[in-house]
């Protein structure tokens, strides 16, 4: 009662129109000066109580709502059997079919939105696209094998010739020296065989001939080692041409592997697949949600018919809180938490309440004083009564 007390009370009324019965009086005003001082006094003390009143007036319409959600809950604590049974029903399917929604909706979010819409505009090239990025892929990592062996196979043909230019050349180096030695054997042979020097002669042509079936072998070995180079620059130039031929397809099928995947904003054709199962299962997952949607909604719609015919205030809110229908709990929960909610909002009021009667005092207690009642006053004070009445 004493929220409330401020109505009751006549004097304060009395004092209003006490106040009120002064604009139409003609009254003496002190000095100017002192006059300017006091109606501004006064004028900051009305609007003080204005904004209090409005505080106040803000604050029991959010005290009567809360009030009114907490009378919802009595009402609906106090269905029957047979409406309680119906309203757990609709409840529990209302919670199950949103926990079916959220998991579909997740299944769905898989893919982001962009990918999905592309996917869906050209859901009838994408399954060839797939197939020919497949293809394309294993066509491109075929050629970089290919390559790679055709370099390995240049590797050693270069290395097997630097080996046959390097014996060729000391053969060559070889042959050049035994022919001297040759020469100077048969120089020897020829001196020995004018001074009939039987013994050394019969060693210097063994000599003779040893080194002749050495240059001959060293010839024929020369005569080997060019067709060898031959063969390695044949085998070489072989294979540079044949890499060529392949880096020019490579890059045709890189650049046409990279166009699809840059389409698709992929990095690969498996990629694109993965995506592509992402999207036929968004798509299936989207009919379910369509359903479940149109399930939900109607279990919403029932549970609102069901709780409008006992005239609640504001049966709207329940279908987003449906939980506290179900469980016990949360309901007791809720209810705790809309008193807490009141109790800080009758606080509020007993505030402003108080706030209003204690510079109402000062102000009309000034104003009566000297007699200072400014034009403004009068509308305040009345707007005032208004708020809080």
């Known amino acids: 009662m004493g929220l409330f007390s401020f109505f009751k009370k006549r004097k304060s009324e009395a004092q209003f129109h006490e106040v009120v019965a002064h604009y139409d009086q003609n009254v003496d005003v002190p000095e100017k000066t002192q006059q300017g001082d006091l109606r501004h006094q006064i004028l900051e003390g009305c609007h003080q109580m204005e904004e209090s009143a409005t505080e106040y007036h803000n604050a029991k319409q959010e005290y009567q709502s809360l009030t009114s959600y907490l009378t919802d ?32 909706r997740e299944k769905v979010e898989r893919l982001p939105d962009s990918k999905f819409y592309q996917m869906d505009r050209e859901k009838n090239e994408i399954p060839k696209d797939i197939r020919r990025l497949k293809e394309n892929e294993e066509l491109q990592n075929m050629m970089k094998r290919d390559l790679d062996y055709l370099e390995g196979e240049k590797v050693e043909w270069t290395y097997e010739k630097g080996e046959l230019t390097h014996e060729q050349n000391v053969l060559r180096i070889i042959c050049r ?89 992929v990095s690969s054709a498996r990629e694109l697949e993965k995506n592509w199962q992402l999207y036929l299962e968004a798509v299936k997952e989207l009919e379910r949600l369509e359903q479940a949607n149109d399930d939900l909604s109607y279990y919403k719609d029932a549970l609102l018919r069901l709780l409008r015919r006992h005239n609640l205030y504001d049966a709207g809110i329940w279908p987003y809180q449906v939980h506290a229908l179900v469980d016990h709990r949360e309901m007791v929960e809720v209810k705790h938490l809309l008193l807490e909610r009141r109790q800080k909002v009758r606080t509020r009021m007993e505030t402003s309440i108080a706030s209003i009667k204690s510079t109402k005092r000062e102000v009309l207690a000034l104003a009566k004083q000297h007699r200072v009642y400014p034009e403004e006053m009068r509308g305040i004070l009345e707007n005032i009564q208004a708020l809080v009445s």
């Open 73 to 104: 809950i009595q009402k609906i604590e106090d269905f029957g059997s047979e409406e309680r049974n119906r309203l757990l029903e609709i409840a529990t399917s209302i919670i199950t079919l949103e926990d079916s929604t959220q998991s579909m």
């Open 177 to 265: 020296s035994s022919m001297i030695v040759e020469a100077l054997v048969i120089a020897g042979f020829l001196t020995f065989f004018l001074m009939e020097a039987k013994m050394i002669y019969t060693v210097l042509l063994v000599c003779m001939l040893v080194i002749g079936v050495v240059v001959s072998g060293i010839l024929i070995r020369m005569q080997n080692l060019k067709s060898l180079l031959k063969r390695c620059n044949m085998n070489y130039n072989r294979a540079v041409t044949i890499q060529n031929s392949i880096k020019l397809r490579y890059v045709n099928m890189k650049n046409a592997v990279d166009y699809t995947c840059e389409r698709y904003g």
